[in-house]
């Protein structure tokens, strides 16, 4: 009885993470998971700052003032990069919950232009708080 | 019962209308904002003040908050049960953050209504 060559064929079994080359739409799902988990860390100081800004002129001014911080206009900007990427992260989610563009070609296409565009958007952000 | 709510078992299909209907929320406030911002230029106390003294916008600001709450909730049980394998950490996690998101919500009615 001969044994299917293909059987016999050793495959590399890529389990180590750092050889495996991410696809697009994976690259997405997982930035987009990263992004979530930021964006939750984040609750705390988005209610305190909806707080000082409500609270008092004072509060609101001195709000003012720490946005102009170089360091507060870095975290805004991975702020808005988050939230952009998981916006439209989200919104593609919602089409292929709805069945469009879950052939590989458009999901790959669809994959690309959730990266692009909240990069540009994040890079139009960061323009207008320096 | 009570580990029920903390696993992932049985709430496949809420868990996903929940998590899409919050999305949906969530992305019409962000936008009627955005909107809002460019409209009035909150750069001063007073006109911010008056924007968000409008009562309609105070009320959609509660639901999207809530909406946020439901949604880091759904999503970070996900997180937590697909990478944090230690039993003990992983259940400790899960009640920190439903305690922090009962009290975020608690204290954004406290912001809305009182601050």
């Known amino acids: 009885m001969s044994v299917n060559p293909a059987i016999k064929k050793k495959r590399p079994k890529n389990l180590n993470l750092t050889k495996v080359r991410l696809p697009i739409p994976a690259l997405v799902s997982i930035l987009h998971r990263a992004s979530g988990v930021f964006l939750f860390l984040m609750i705390p100081l988005l209610l305190w700052a909806l707080q000082s800004s409500l609270e008092s002129e004072q509060g609101f001014q001195q709000l003012q003032a720490i946005a102009a911080h170089p360091l507060t206009k870095l975290l805004l900007l991975v702020f808005a990069w988050a939230f952009l990427h998981h916006f439209f992260a989200g919104i593609r989610h919602l089409a292929l919950d709805a069945r469009w563009g879950v052939e590989l070609k458009q999901a790959r296409l669809t994959s690309k232009l959730v990266l692009i565009v909240s990069v540009l958007l994040t890079l139009a952000t960061g323009a207008w708080l320096w | ?115």
């Open chain 2, 1 to 115: 019962m009570v580990m029920q709510i903390f696993t992932n078992a049985f709430h496949g299909l809420r868990d996903w209308v929940v998590q899409r209907s919050t999305a949906a929320i969530m992305a019409i406030y962000s936008l009627t904002m955005l909107v809002l911002c460019l409209i009035y230029q909150p750069t001063s106390y007073a006109v911010w003040k008056t924007l968000m003294g409008n009562a309609c916008l105070r009320l959609m600001t509660l639901l999207f908050l809530l909406s946020l709450f439901a949604h880091a909730w759904i999503g970070v049980k996900d997180v937590l049960v697909d990478y944090i394998k230690p039993l003990r950490l992983r259940q400790f996690l899960h009640y920190s953050t439903a305690i922090s998101l009962f009290a975020y919500a608690a204290w954004s009615a406290h912001i809305l209504w009182n601050a």
